[in-house]
């Protein structure tokens, strides 16, 4: 149960291998209130969004990852069946006040879609930052 002073920021997304990106992400994210709740997609997931070989750490890899930095409160793994329905009890459970995005996010309309669920608010708290994609890093990697 959420306290009712305490203001609740909600992420989502991959977090496969962590970059500068991401940390500045969180860490405006995690400015917009008291407690910063990511979920976290499952393996299955990411390898649909971002193809064979993807990810590259388990979703509980990335959990424990994401766990220990200083500006995330928990991490809530997304189950590999995860659907609308789904995921918009997860977000009346969680009642966040803030939905925090980066600019461009091609999910915008569905994370404003579940801001209204609960009458939050979505932010756009970075842009994406050039040249840091875990993608990118990767085929840096292979080339």
């Given amino acids: 149960m959420k306290d009712s002073s305490e203001k609740i920021v ?11 990106g991401h940390i500045r992400f969180l860490k405006k994210a995690k400015a917009l209130g008291d407690k910063l709740i990511v979920l976290l997609e499952s393996d299955k997931r990411i390898s649909q ?11 509980k890899i990335r959990a424990e990852v994401l766990s220990s930095l200083k500006y995330v409160d928990e991490v809530i793994s997304l189950p590999s069946n995860m659907n609308n329905n789904r995921f918009d ?14 600019k461009g996010d091609s999910n915008i309309e569905y994370k404003k879609r579940a801001a209204k669920l609960v009458n939050a608010k979505v932010i756009i708290v ?4 050039g040249g840091y994609s875990t993608s990118k890093l990767i085929s840096k990697q292979l080339s």
């Fill in 10 to 20: 909600l992420v989502g997304g991959c977090f496969d291998i962590l970059h500068v």
């Fill in 126 to 129: 970075t842009p994406r930052v």
């Fill in 89 to 102: 009890l997860l977000v009346k459970k969680i009642k966040p006040d803030f939905i925090a995005t980066t």
């Fill in 49 to 59: 969004m971002k193809g064979e070989g993807r990810p590259i750490n388990s979703q």
